[in-house]
């Protein structure tokens, strides 16, 4: 898996987005409103449920209920990530750079700095003593009011078996796609009291919420029906609260499983929520929530008013300037394609479009929040969003298709992609373009050689071209348990390595192509793009290269981001634009 990315009025809000229509000329969305938007990370609870903490711009801030107001606390240490709170209320934990910081909510004083394994693989203890490290090998840690910790020890290949452990005991162990630990949510949960484990895993096909005993006995499934669950939280009577696809695929909203009944919809249409959290009254529960119009803000949801109050406003943007996509389906191959249609208010017809394609491959694009999308449909192009074959959200048959097929589904899709447009009335089929970075940017680069006769432009962020030339051993973790999971053996299935390789059609290509990478990624090594642009060069092909230094897997500077989306603007204008468009 490839991948590797205030102001103080507050209202109480319904929100139902529906498509925009204006009468006036839409405003193309800038490079200094895009900067403007600010981010946040999912916000905890004191322990009277009083308050709410969380990240931003490198800060760590307070929100009191009552007040409804936002205070920032005197903290200097570049804080990056969620906070999280120990049981007793007193203590935060907070990712402070390579270190994990200890800060006393009474005077927001450090108390402690600990270094040790970062992202998810950290708690804070109960009485917030310490921080607990889930261990090298390990993934996630969570500990339970009584001490307990659960871990999960990560198989050396995606599709391998995951292994749950409570303390030093194994107590489960699954093969497949069955841990979700992309930036949707913990995998796995304690009850209040301590006495069960609950958990994910698409062991039926769709990922759900499963439960244990402390013991690893007892285990059964919680949550039922078609469409994944994840990111949740566990009440004292044994109620679920979490997020879920299972009324549309694209819309990630908040649902809510009495104990012993079955689930319900409590809140969002059309949008994306993540990183819940519960009050300690359970009587609220906040979320980040965004859609296709709206960057992502804070939320409180009241559940017993069934009211939601917004208490952040990173963004000046208004959702009446921007543009509202359509969910779309086209056949592909053997199976349905879904995707997100961005259609630009402009009467002139027709129009260029531009197809993106996410990284992964097993991620998930919805109807949530994307500056680029918006960027290139208020500039007249048609956008249209896809989830290719192994893309995450639509079963675990779906997002293991590709196993030893890589280069094949995926692929088509994105043609085919391009062969829906072109029946669109308002889409000039001649000037079509595509793009994508990590895995998106490998697609990229693969569907203009395979499909030469289809693209007019294409701009590639940070994708492999070469799977034969890698080394594995040096390779990021997360690229070798790809390599080994989707490729195989690369003597076994030296054929897929050269017919899934972008290189190998370098001859054929057509297409004028854009290649931009940072010369620090540890993630796809910056040499593949320039074997790629070596073999673009000796075949004469259209080819720019943009090369950003001590950049990695994604732009960090400011400047690098802005020129990133200047460079492909230029680029798609170049060939996709007409003096009349």
């Keep these: 898996m490839l991948m590797i990315h205030l102001r103080k009025s507050i209202f109480f809000i319904f929100i139902f987005f529906c498509p925009v229509t204006s009468l006036w000329a839409q405003k193309a969305l800038s490079l200094d409103e895009i900067e403007e938007i600010k981010t946040t990370s999912p916000a905890v609870w004191n322990k009277t449920g009083d308050k709410l903490y969380f990240t931003s711009s490198k ?4 929100y009191e209920i009552k007040k409804g107001s936002l205070k920032e606390l005197p903290l200097q240490n570049g804080f990056l990530s969620e906070p999280r709170i120990s049981r007793n209320g007193q203590s935060l934990g907070v990712q402070c750079g390579s270190e994990v910081c200890i800060v006393n909510l009474s005077d927001a004083s450090i108390v402690k700095k600990v270094t040790g394994e970062i992202d998810s693989r950290w708690d804070i203890k109960p009485d917030g003593t310490d921080i607990v490290f889930a261990g090298k090998g390990y993934i996630w840690s969570r500990v339970s009011i009584k001490g307990q910790q659960a871990r999960v020890k990560k198989s050396p290949e995606m599709f391998g078996q995951n292994e749950l452990y409570i303390d030093e005991h194994k107590v489960l162990s699954e093969e497949g796609i069955v841990w979700i630990f992309s930036p949707y949510g913990s995998p796995f949960e304690w009850s209040p009291d301590g006495k069960r484990l609950y958990f994910l895993s698409a062991k039926t096909g769709w ?3 499963w439960s244990m005993r402390n013991d690893g006995l007892d285990i059964r499934q919680e949550t039922f029906g078609e469409g994944d669950d ?4 566990i009440l004292r009577n044994g109620s679920i609260i979490f997020v879920s696809n299972r009324n549309k695929r694209m819309e990630w909203s908040l649902f809510l499983k009495p104990y012993g009944k079955n689930a319900r919809h409590l809140f969002g249409k059309d949008c994306l929520i993540r990183g819940i959290n519960l009050s300690s009254d359970e009587k609220k529960v906040s979320f980040q929530y965004s859609t296709p119009v709206m960057p992502e803000e804070l939320f409180i949801y009241d559940l017993y008013s069934n009211k939601a109050l917004q208490i952040t406003h990173n963004s000046p ?10 969910v ?4 592909s191959q053997s199976r349905e394609i879904e995707g997100m249609l961005f259609m630009p208010e402009s009467s002139k017809a027709p129009l260029p479009a531009v197809i993106l394609l996410h990284g992964g491959p097993s991620m998930h694009d919805g109807l949530s929040w994307n500056s680029l999308r918006q960027y290139l449909v208020t500039r007249s192009y048609v956008v249209l969003d896809i989830n290719y074959t192994g893309s995450a959200g639509y079963g675990k048959a779906f997002e293991e298709a590709d196993r030893f097929r890589i280069g ?3 692929c088509d899709d994105v043609a085919h992609a391009a ?3 072109s029946t669109l009335p308002r889409v000039d089929k001649k000037r079509i373009g595509v793009t994508g970075s990590s895995y998106g940017g490998y697609l990229t680069n693969l569907v203009i050689g395979r499909y030469p006769e289809v693209f007019a432009a294409a701009v590639d962020w940070f994708g492999i071209t070469d799977w034969r030339s890698l080394e594995v051993p040096r390779l990021h973790p997360v690229v070798r348990y790809f390599f080994r999971d989707r490729l195989g053996d690369s003597l076994k299935h030296r054929d897929l390595y050269t017919m899934a390789s972008p290189v190998s059609y370098a001859k054929a290509i057509k297409t004028p192509i854009m290649i931009v990478h940072g010369d620090s990624d540890f993630v796809v090594p910056f040499s593949q793009s320039l074997e790629f642009l070596d073999s673009l060069k000796k075949n004469h092909k259209k080819v720019e290269f943009i090369r950003y230094s001590n950049e990695g897997h994604g732009w960090t500077r400011k400047e690098t981001r802005l020129d990133a989306l200047n460079k492909m603007l230029w680029w798609f204008d170049t060939y996709l634009k007409r003096k009349e468009d």
């Design 207 to 209: 990922t759900k919420i």
């Design 230 to 233: 994840r990111d949740f939280r």
């Design 317 to 326: 943007l208004e959702p009446k300037n921007l543009i509202f996509p359509t």
């Design 328 to 331: 779309v389906k086209f056949r």
């Design 419 to 421: 062969f829906y447009l």
């Design 408 to 410: 094949i589904d995926d």
């Design 59 to 62: 800060g760590l801030w307070s």
